[in-house]
């Protein structure tokens, strides 16, 4: 059934007083909010933001139904917690800026091609579970979009293309290296022996050692992808975004890595566009 796509007479006025430069006012906001909503979705800072607009809700609730105390409470509740977002939202602010800083606050960013994304998995692979079955620690960083020099230059540079034998060694135990994180830039690994700062989350299980509360504390601060190899257990799991995935065998690491390495296909967003466009003049 074709779609009726005619404007009713009574929003005629209203629509031939919307100009132009109201139409792209209109989307740059609506770019900016979407472009927030992705930072902040898989965050803690997600549900934060949601609690403060049913607290905005229900003060509006308030005010409507003259529920005067109540709407005074929360009025003032939501003033001071404006007052602390600075606080409260540090990491995801400190990547809104380095986004905008960077250029990337509106661009995409620049992954591999689907062969070099394909390869780098391959051999992470290869040495994490090489590891696992050895029991041998690691941590290794997959820098994206937001750069993290201040982390490069707390290890040792060591400009390499990443292998799985290149990366055996340097993970080796009782050398200068085995306990600090990799930095791997590209297909390249930049920095060893790297230090991660620790998260704050206290809800962890104590089952996480430094390893994986380091790999939480940075992915937390940035849209790096951390994966971590448990001494103590062999256990292979990933961080991103402040969430751990833990218990994760081969397959299930080159799902989880490939995507977010990956250079996407713009074109494919315009085809998708495309058969939109041609759908709707087919049922027109």
């Not at 290869?126 to 290890?155: P, Q």
């Not at 799991?237 to 296909?265: C, F, V």
């Amino acid at each position: 059934m074709p779609f009726d796509f005619s404007v009713p007479i009574q929003y005629h006025g209203l629509l031939s007083t919307v100009g132009f430069r109201d139409v792209v006012d209109i989307l740059l906001v609506a770019v900016i909010l979407y472009k927030s909503y992705e930072m902040l979705k898989d965050t803690r800072a997600i549900t934060l933001a949601k609690g403060m607009f049913v607290m905005m809700g229900v003060a509006l609730g308030a005010y409507i139904l003259e529920l005067h105390a109540i709407y005074w409470l929360l009025s003032k509740s939501i003033y001071l917690l404006f007052m602390a977002l600075p606080i409260v939202f540090q990491p995801e602010l400190r990547r809104a800026l380095e986004r905008i800083g960077q250029g990337k606050f509106l661009g995409s960013a620049v992954y591999l091609n689907a062969e070099e994304a394909d390869t780098l998995v391959n051999e992470i692979d290869k040495v994490v579970f090489n590891m696992s079955a050895k029991k041998i620690g690691a941590l290794i960083v997959l820098e994206r979009e937001i750069g993290i020099n201040e982390i490069i230059d707390t290890g040792i540079r060591v400009d390499g293309l990443v292998t799985a034998p290149f990366m055996m060694n340097v993970f080796i135990p009782n050398t200068p290296l085995h306990d600090g994180a990799a930095v791997i830039r590209g297909n390249r690994m930049i920095a060893a022996g790297c230090l991660l700062p620790l998260t704050e989350n206290r809800g962890l299980s104590t089952e996480l050692g430094t390893r994986h509360r380091a790999a939480l504390g940075l992915s937390e601060q940035c849209d790096a992808v951390v994966v971590i190899v448990s001494e103590e257990t062999g256990i292979v799991s990933i961080a991103e975004n402040g969430h751990i995935t833990r218990r994760l065998n081969s397959e299930q690491l080159k799902k989880r890595l490939r995507p977010l390495l990956i250079k996407a296909d713009p074109t494919l967003k315009m085809k998708d566009i495309k058969n939109v466009f041609d759908t709707w003049r087919k049922n027109k």
